[in-house]
């Protein structure tokens, strides 16, 4: 099955810096790598995808890329703010399942 | 469109009784996945389902846990002589027919075995 791991763990940046988490996957059939956000105690909230056909998608602060012959994929949050602090997930689908990375907690320092 | 509901939000259970976590999946969706999330790591997929029909049940445990999603009513996972171990937050999706894509998000139920 898709095996997706995440990097780093935890993460904690100035308010302003840019944050940048990275995943790798191993199955190659995966075709849509999605992130999610969780704030504590609540559902994970899609905040951006990307599909295996494009490389970088950009929306407002966050933009993702994708390498598909390394088989790995980023999320990069710039101008961070302290709302943006959360865990982040990358996730990797394949046919039906979304498999997730361990996440990343993101602290923003005001 | 009331999105994914899951109910109840809290259940707490003494050790050896039973949950039953309810999913009711968005207008439309025809596709359930219940994934389990413990303290502090990420989401591990347990089992799909379509209606009346279990596709993919690969990650649930393999005593104690069980799925179902009838042809009415919401999507069940029951877990029978609850541990300790069992605490965490179940998180339900669903998703459109004919693709995965449009993943929802259920609040979750989280689950505290005393």
């Known amino acids: 099955g898709e095996n997706v791991e995440q990097h780093p763990s935890t993460l904690s940046v100035q308010e302003g810096d840019s944050a940048v988490i990275k995943c790798t996957y191993s199955d190659s059939a995966s075709n849509y790598f999605p992130w999610y956000k969780q704030e504590l105690g609540k559902r994970p909230q899609l905040i951006i995808d990307i599909r295996s056909n494009v490389g970088e998608k950009k929306d407002q602060r966050i933009a993702v890329t994708l390498n598909k012959t390394a088989k790995h994929f980023s999320l990069h949050i710039t101008e961070t703010q302290p709302e943006d602090s959360a865990v982040y997930f990358c996730a990797a689908f394949n046919d039906y399942k979304l498999s997730f990375g361990a996440g990343t907690t993101v602290t923003v320092r005001a | 469109n009331a999105g994914v509901m899951q109910n109840p939000r809290h259940l707490v259970r003494r050790r050896g009784q039973e949950a039953r976590l309810r999913c009711s999946p968005m207008k439309g969706h025809s596709h359930v996945y219940w994934y389990r999330q413990l303290p502090e790591e990420g989401l591990k997929f347990m089992v799909y389902?379509?209606?009346?029909?279990?596709?993919?049940e690969s990650g649930m445990p393999k005593e104690r846990f069980s799925a179902e999603f009838p042809k009415e009513g919401p999507s069940i996972l029951r877990i029978q002589q609850v541990v300790r171990g069992d605490s965490a937050a179940y998180f339900c999706?669903?998703?459109?027919?004919?693709?995965?894509?449009?993943?929802?998000f259920g609040s979750g139920t989280r689950l505290t075995v005393v």
């Open positions: 999706a669903s998703s459109p027919p004919g693709q995965g894509y449009g993943y929802t």
């Open positions: 389902l379509q209606k009346e029909n279990i596709i993919d």
